[in-house]
Structures are given as C-alpha cells and as structure tokens.
C-alpha cells in the first residue's frame, strides 16, 4: 500500500472517527443539561468525544495538506487552519461547560459554521483535482454550503437544524462524510490526479 493509499484510509477513518464521536459527545452532553437528575459524568464523557472529534478534524487536515497543497496551496493552508480553529472551539466549549456545569451560547452552530466553511474549501479543492468522482465533490460542495446556510437561518432563529423539516440541512453533508470515507476506504485517490498535481508543482 502506497503512501498516498495509506492517507486515504486513514482520512476515511478520522471523517467516521470524527462522526461517531461528535454525535455520541453531543447526546450525551444535551442529556445532562436535560436530565432531571443529572450525571456528570455523561458531561465528562460527552465533552471528551467532542474533544476527540476535534483531534480527527486537525488530522484530517494536517493529513490532507501535502495533497491538496498541489492543486492550490492557499486554500490547502485555509482548511487546515478552520480545523484547528474548530477544535479549538470544541474545546473551549468542553472547558467552559466542565467549569460552570452550563450550556456555551451557541456552541454547536458556532462549530457547525466552521465546518460548513471548512467543508466547503474541502470539497471545492476534491471537486477541482477530481481527486475523487466529481459528483462526490459535488455532494460535499452542496452539503456545506447547506450547513453554512442552515446553521445562520439557526442562529437567527428562523429555523431549528436539529429538529423537525430543519435537519434536512444536514441531509447532502451527512450523506458526503459517509460515502466519502467508503470511496476512501475501496478506491482511495485517484492516481492520476496526484500525478497532474506533482507535475504541476514541478512546472512551478
């Protein structure tokens, strides 16, 4: 298994990683400021998933960087930069609501907002390299673009994105983190946009 094969295995696995702990870490949290009777320790656990997610988002970053620095390294260096500021939102948030056992304002679609933006240099840069089958690309370009959008209407109080009709905002994202790491996971990157990418990066 080459290098690059490797990466896209790995990222296939931190975007489940990243998934499965935040959506495990958020129940958990909603729960104990929910619950009658509340157990720290589900806040605990809750706000340490959350955190763990926010390690996966660096490295899905960090990871990705040395590929897509080859098709526009600005953009490459952007995304990275809107993971970590994502896990370091994420852990604020943890420290904040550990500290004073109260919800931070807005937190999640503060999150959300820097992964939708996130998502969407993301996706536009697979989406340009053709890195994988440009109607995936699509998928996540549309699929944050919807988060971006959904979670404004959300701060604005127009819309509920985690209840009801207002959840089919997260619809096209959630379909793209699953397929994208099985596409990873079975046919990894295409090899012969790598190729046109190190050819480029020679030229220049």
């Not at 290098?3 to 975007?15: E, H, S, Y």
């Not at 990243?18 to 870490?25: E, K, Q, V």
């Not at 970590?84 to 999150?111: F, P, R």
Request: charged share 10%.
């Amino acid at each position: 298994m080459n290098t690059n094969r490797k990466i896209a295995v790995i990222v296939g696995a931190l975007f489940l990683t990243a998934t499965i702990t935040y959506y495990t870490g958020s129940v958990l949290i909603r729960s104990f400021f929910i619950d009658e009777i509340p157990n720290k320790t589900s806040l605990v656990i809750g706000v340490l998933l959350e955190i763990a997610d926010g390690v996966a988002v660096i490295g899905i970053g960090v990871l990705m960087f040395p590929i897509l620095k080859m098709f526009n390294k600005r953009l490459a260096l952007g995304y990275v930069i809107f993971r970590i500021i994502e896990c370091a939102i994420i852990i604020a948030a943890g420290i904040y609501m550990l500290s004073l056992l109260k919800l931070m304002w807005n937190y999640e679609m503060i999150i959300f907002l820097f992964t939708g933006l996130g998502g969407l240099i993301f996706s536009y840069l697979l989406y340009q390299s053709k890195l994988i089958p440009r109607l995936l690309s699509a998928l996540g370009v549309i699929g944050y673009a919807m988060l971006s959008v959904g979670v404004l209407l959300d701060m604005l109080s127009y819309v509920d994105i985690n209840a009801g009709a207002g959840m089919l905002l997260l619809l096209p994202g959630g379909l793209f983190e699953l397929f994208l790491p099985l596409w990873l996971f079975v046919k990894g990157f295409n090899p012969s946009a790598i190729v046109s990418g190190s050819a480029k990066v020679d030229m220049s």
